[in-house]
């Protein structure tokens, strides 16, 4: 299995994406990562616009987890479970979606499988994709067992 992340725009902030490296090298030893940043739409575009570039980089018969404020909240030991079920069900790739400032259109909604809330506090984008492979990270050392969780 490997993780797949699309996301809307390029993480700009240096600090943000020092901190995105650093946890996606952390993930990297136990799951082969690839990101893919989809264009920002522009003022006159629609999130739908937005929401086609995004549905265009999915693959279909793959597993896609749309992170989404209004999606399913769990605890780090739930996630870990929640990919350890992915894992076990034998999923090739797990496509995380994170969406554009705006928001994600109703079709890439539809296309998920599972909606993440990773808070009910509102994050910039750079620094939900920093949570989320923090989160990802956390998870394999819940189901490896290794101390970092606590």
């Not at 650093?22 to 999130?47: G, N």
Request: with cysteine; charged share 25%; hydrophobic share 40%.
């Amino acid at each position: 299995m490997h993780f797949r992340f699309v996301w809307v725009g390029k993480t700009k902030d240096k600090n943000w994406r020092a901190l995105q490296e650093e946890y996606l090298a952390r993930l990297s030893h136990f799951i082969k990562c690839e990101i893919t940043e989809v264009k920002d739409s522009l003022p006159h575009e629609s999130i739908e616009i937005e929401g086609k570039r995004i549905l265009e980089n999915l693959n279909q018969s793959n597993f896609v987890c749309l992170l989404d404020v209004a999606g399913r909240s769990v605890s780090s030991h739930e996630l870990a479970k929640e990919v350890e079920k992915w894992q076990n069900r034998g999923f090739k790739e797990i496509t995380f979606v994170i969406g554009g400032a705006r928001g994600i259109s109703g079709e890439v909604v539809e296309r998920a499988d599972f909606s993440l809330s990773l808070s009910s506090f509102t994050f910039t984008h750079e620094m939900a994709r920093v949570v989320l492979f923090e989160q990802l990270y956390r998870s394999y050392t819940i189901i490896k067992g290794f101390p970092y969780q606590k």
